[in-house]
């Protein structure tokens, strides 16, 4: 399984970005994904997930209202749309593909893409 994420730049605060992250294989909708984020000098931190009939959503509370998680089974994507962006969401945005289908427990990611810088200017 290989993840392939994009759509990081730099914004300015209260602006939007939307991540993708296209995964290979014929598994896609089996499983749930997750978006993860890391700042420098921080821990890696989970910022949303959802799971394999998008029914079931997870949000840190630092993003609810603000970012929003989505699949598209046909175009085996992830998204994670962010909106009102402010600075303290400056980090390294990696998705992941869990072992199962319906629950985010965070040491059950299996698969990682590779990371995408979002900057946002004060």
């Known amino acids: 399984v290989q993840l392939q994420a994009s759509g990081g730049g730099l914004v300015q605060a209260g602006g939007s970005l939307r991540l993708s992250c296209q995964a290979s294989?014929?598994?896609?909708?089996?499983?749930?994904y997750g978006w993860f984020r890391q700042a420098p000098g921080k821990e890696r931190e989970l910022v949303a997930a959802?799971?394999?009939?998008?029914?079931?959503?997870y949000y840190v509370d630092s993003v609810k209202g603000r970012f929003t998680i989505s699949k598209n089974n046909t175009k085996n994507t992830v998204y994670l749309q962010m909106n009102s962006l402010k600075p303290e969401d400056t980090a390294v945005y990696y998705c992941a593909r869990h072992r199962s289908a319906k629950t985010f427990r965070v040491f059950d990611f299996q698969y990682w893409g590779q990371g995408t810088q979002v900057t946002v200017s004060s």
């Open positions: 959802i799971s394999w009939s998008a029914g079931n959503t």
């Open positions: 294989g014929r598994t896609f909708s089996l499983y749930a």
